[in-house]
């Protein structure tokens, strides 16, 4: 099985619904992230966590919001979908004494 | 100027070839360097940490030389299989953990 899972892996929407992105890690790590990715461009950082109760913003967060279940749940959401937020979503865990990051398969979302 | 540039390629390459990236960075306190390889719409895989003394792994190897800001990552006898996208990652400094992605080099191995 996956250390990393993220769902949907497809998403197709409509502008304005309200979306949620999930991603679960069977890692143990505490630290975990979510990035978009479009083409062309690195990936940016949305909003990332170092446990349960913290939770920081990323280069990227206006339009998004995040919850942090329990250590190996992140959830990404996007309020009011708009098109400009079409992109390939990726959750990432890392550990808290080493950077590698772990990543889930990606989720790909058009907003329409 | 972007904090972490790459040539986007692609570069096409015969099997058994020998080829380099380069990648830039425009923050001289950064600590430590990554190469990622990420395959046609999957998700992004550590390659190589880079160490300030250059390490190799294998047919890859990686450089970095501070004083130019800019690491190298190196592959010989290249493979089919290492057609990929090569993402360049530097963690800008101590106790920043928002790594800085550079957008890819496309390596295209023909035969």
């Known amino acids: 099985d996956a250390d990393v899972t993220q769902t949907p892996r497809n998403r197709i929407t409509k502008t304005g619904k309200r979306i949620m992105l999930e991603c679960s890690q069977t890692?143990?790590?505490?630290?975990m992230y979510w990035y978009r990715q479009d083409p062309g461009l690195g990936l940016r950082l949305i909003y990332y966590?170092?446990?349960?109760?913290?939770?920081n913003k990323g280069e990227i967060s206006d339009g998004y919001s995040v919850s942090r279940q329990a250590q190996a749940k992140f959830s990404l959401s996007l309020e009011s979908a708009i098109p400009n937020q079409t992109a390939l979503y990726f959750c990432a865990t890392a550990s808290t004494s080493y950077n590698e990051q772990f990543f889930g398969p990606g989720t790909r979302l058009t907003v329409l | 100027r972007k904090e972490v540039e790459q040539d986007p390629g692609p570069f096409n390459v015969p099997e058994g070839a020998t080829v380099a990236f380069n990648c830039t960075y425009s923050?001289?306190?950064?600590?430590?360097f990554f190469w990622y390889r990420q395959d046609c719409r999957k998700e992004p895989k550590l390659l190589m940490s880079v160490y300030s003394s250059g390490n190799e792994d294998g047919r890859f190897t990686a450089q970095l030389n501070r004083a130019s800001q800019y690491i190298s990552l190196l592959i010989r006898d290249s493979k089919l299989s290492d057609s990929a996208t090569y993402l360049c990652v530097v963690n800008p400094g101590e106790g920043n953990y928002q790594l800085i992605w550079g957008a890819g080099t496309k390596l295209i191995i023909k035969p």
């Open positions: 923050n001289s306190a950064s600590q430590s």
């Open positions: 966590s170092f446990d349960v109760k913290d939770i």
């Open positions: 890692k143990g790590h505490d630290r």
